[in-house]
């Protein structure tokens, strides 16, 4: 059995909220993130720096960060979808900012008003601002991108591999070490998973990959396994299975982190997660939601049972 660690970024204080009906105030959001990192969470996507008349939920990022003690052993993730998003970024303690871009014109103009080529020049200015801002750059935070509707786009229909691996090899050109390939509503399967992780690790080498399934048509544990079985030791997964994108219709929740969990421990990897936290956490959102969590494991638990 493989002891190949696996690790899995946290997104559901971000991506997990985003599209719920529910709007939290900071300090739940806060106590969320904090319940995910003593259950085991070591990279987690606490905020997005997104205009709240765009998405409400993710209001008062600002005050989310500032009610999270230091994290040690953590790395908070800002997601930011312009320049002015990574400037409020930088106003805060965030580790990371992760800079959202399409792979279709279609989405970029609905998520951001943005085309791929305008939303490369918005990346490139970002990361020039961050290598030249003076007496900044050794505490600036890390840099990675997330590609959207990589399996395909629901305005566009099909995205084609070429599609995404030009994309992919414009972003690692502009120095961006960790790229991220999202299956935005959840249109992918497992063989053109490992199609496109394959392509894409040829046009950027020495980019780390990271995947982003959501489950909406049933296959996301599946690709998660592709990705894996691929080589790619980065996957996002929200708790409970929450999530969804306000500007692609018909998304809905991420892969589960506790499914993802269970079904990688089972085989072997190790992931550093806490199962029984994890489910507790998940029925707690649940709770919070009015409605129980969509994920297997919140429902029936995890296997053998503990006493």
Not at 155 to 177: H, N, Y
Request: charged residues 20%.
């Amino acid at each position: 059995m493989s002891r190949r660690h696996i690790t899995i970024v946290e997104v559901g204080p971000r991506d997990g909220l985003q599209n719920e009906p529910t709007v939290f105030k900071p300090a739940v959001r806060a106590e969320f993130v904090q319940k995910l990192e003593a259950g085991g969470a070591r990279r987690i996507e606490a905020v997005s720096f997104v205009h709240p008349k765009y998405v409400p939920q993710m209001a008062g990022a600002e005050e989310v960060m500032a009610l999270l003690p230091p994290g040690t052993g953590h790395s908070r993730i800002g997601l930011v979808l312009n320049g002015r998003g990574y400037d409020r970024a930088l106003e805060t303690s965030v580790d990371e900012v992760n800079v959202s871009l399409s792979v279709t014109d279609g989405f970029g103009l609905k998520n951001q008003g943005l085309t791929v080529n305008d939303q490369v020049a918005m990346l490139g200015d970002i990361v020039g601002r961050r290598h030249n801002a003076a007496g900044r750059v050794g505490a600036a935070p890390s840099l990675s991108a997330t590609l959207s509707c990589v399996w395909g786009c629901p305005f566009e229909g099909e995205v084609s591999v070429g599609q995404v691996t030009d994309l992919v090899g414009q972003v690692a050109a502009l120095g961006v070490g960790e790229i991220a390939l999202a299956d935005t509503i959840g249109a992918g399967d497992p063989w053109a998973v490992t199609q496109v992780v394959e392509a894409a690790r040829k046009a950027a080498p020495d980019a780390r990959l990271r995947l982003h399934f959501h489950d909406t048509r049933n296959t996301g544990l599946a690709n998660a396994y592709a990705g894996v079985e691929a080589g790619v030791d980065v996957l996002d997964a929200s708790a409970g299975g929450i999530g969804g994108c306000p500007f692609a219709p018909g998304a809905t929740g991420n892969i589960a982190t506790e499914d993802l969990v269970y079904m990688l421990e089972r085989a072997g990897f190790t992931t550093d997660y806490d199962l029984d936290a994890l489910i507790n956490t998940a029925r707690w959102m649940g709770e919070k939601l009015g409605r129980p969590a969509p994920s297997a494991l919140s429902r029936a638990g995890g296997f053998p049972r503990r006493t």
